[in-house]
């Protein structure tokens, strides 16, 4: 099989520290792949790598089954995470600018630029520069140029930084809009929820090592434990000492209880509806945010290579 991406034991080192240590993946043709942890889990410098920004120490980058080059740029989209428009040039002079890089003529930039700009609201301020637009405009600028020359491998480092709900509901819609024409996607994002409703595998990283990876559903199964979510009023402090929960997530009106064993579950409902008004109450797999919170808080990268999902 031939994958959009391969990553063979990657190794980059900041000061004797290692920032990522042997990471390896296979990513297959149009899938979307989660990579997920925490600040500072290596995830940027990952992708940079990928996109031959930064050159690892060791290890090797296979892009279609080819190493890194010129030639490869063309068939790349990338949204940094931190962000470089040129704050003199106006809407239209950008995604002229881009385009440009990309091979691009000015007619296929003119018709594609026009296009996408009438999708993400932006047609009526085009010729404004860049220093002029707001966080999220500029934002969605952004994500236009990175899409304008059709990649056949988008990496996105926090596509929702800076949007609305209403602008991360449209960057999602084409994130899986590109899924369907083929395009095979890295995804890193803190949004769990946004993720987890997109992603067909994920990769968890802390401290430069993989700690989990696989299908999504796999994922979950490999958590096992059902969770009660639960909308409710009262004083809940109480939960998380009760016989048989593992873990409490509280969020103030809703709560997501995590139980040694679902057999015990009627027991813990009694002891709940005696002292909270519950609204609401679903039995759920457990959320890609509360792996995450589990994995980083729990066992770090100890033992992680025992651990991963092959």
Do not use: C, W
Not at 156 to 173: C, T
Not at 177 to 187: C, L, N
């Amino acid at each position: 099989m031939e994958y959009a991406l391969r990553l063979e034991n990657l190794v980059k080192e900041f000061d004797g520290k290692k920032a990522v240590d042997k990471f390896s993946l296979n990513l297959k043709k149009g899938e979307i792949l989660g990579l997920l942890g925490p600040n500072g889990a290596g995830k940027t410098t990952t992708i940079r790598m990928i996109m031959n920004i930064m050159v690892p120490d060791s290890g090797k980058v296979h892009i279609f089954g080819k190493p890194f080059s010129e030639k490869t740029k063309d068939i790349l989209g990338y949204l940094p995470e931190e962000r470089g428009l040129y704050r003199k040039l106006s809407i239209i002079e950008t995604l002229d600018f881009f385009g440009k890089l990309k091979g691009m003529s000015k007619n296929l930039i003119a018709s594609r630029g026009m296009e996408l700009l009438n999708k993400f609201d932006l047609f009526g301020h085009k010729d404004k520069k860049i220093e002029e637009l707001s966080k999220g405009m500029a934002q969605k600028l952004q994500f236009i140029t990175t899409i304008l020359h059709k990649p056949d491998l988008l990496i996105l480092d926090e596509p929702f930084s800076g949007l609305d709900p209403v602008n991360i509901e449209l960057v999602k819609d084409i994130i899986l809009e590109k899924k369907k024409e083929g395009v095979t996607i890295i995804f890193s994002t803190h949004l769990m929820d946004y993720a987890e409703k997109i992603v067909d595998s994920v990769i968890m990283i802390n401290k430069g090592k993989k700690v989990l990876e696989g299908e999504l559903d796999e994922v979950r199964a490999k958590f096992g434990n059902k969770v009660l979510h639960i909308n409710y009023s009262g004083n809940s402090e109480f939960v998380a000492k009760l016989d048989n929960v593992i873990q409490v997530r509280d969020y103030g009106n809703e709560m997501e209880v995590e139980l040694s064993d679902m057999r015990y579950k009627d027991i813990v409902l009694r002891q709940l509806i005696d002292k909270l008004s519950i609204n609401s109450l679903s039995i759920t797999e457990p959320s890609l945010n509360s792996i995450f919170i589990s994995k980083v808080k729990s066992k770090g990268t100890q033992n992680s290579e025992q651990e991963v999902m092959k």
